[in-house]
Nanobody, 121 residues
Framework: VQLQASGGGLVQAGGSLRLPCAASVRTFSSYVMGWFRQAPGKEREFVAAISWRGGSTYVADSVKGRFTISRDNAKNTVYLQMNSLKPEDTAVYYC???????????????WGQGTQVTVSS
């Protein structure tokens, strides 16, 4: 499984970004997809996850109500829609794939290269 995240950039506080992550795999719907982030000097943290067909989602409390995860299995793509961005959302965002629906990063076996999101105040 190869994952390619994109869509990062510089945005003002209160703005929005959508991060797509494209997967190169024949059976995309066999994988749970997740988003994680890591800010400078901090540990990687869970952001959101979505089940195989999109029927269930987990979202971290820190982004609940602002971020939404979705997937399009026909396009082998998972999305992270980020609204009402705050400076503390600044981080490198990674997409990842797992065979279980989980918030734990060590249960994701496949990772993309990350995309930088910077939110200015």
């Amino acid at each position: 499984v190869q994952l390619q995240a994109s869509g990062g950039g510089l945005v003002q506080a209160g703005g929005s970004l959508r991060l797509p992550c494209a997967a190169s795999v024949r059976t995309f719907s066999s994988y749970v997809m997740g988003w994680f982030r890591q800010a400078p000097g901090k540990e990687r943290e869970f952001v959101a996850a979505i089940s195989w067909r999109g029927g269930s989602t987990y979202v971290a409390d820190s982004v609940k109500g602002r971020f939404t995860i979705s997937r399009d299995n026909a396009k082998n793509t998972v999305y992270l829609q980020m609204n009402s961005l705050k400076p503390e959302d600044t981080a490198v965002y990674y997409c990842a794939a797992s065979t279980v629906l989980t918030r734990r990063g060590n249960e994701y076996g496949y990772w993309g290269q990350g995309t930088q999101v910077t939110v200015s105040s």
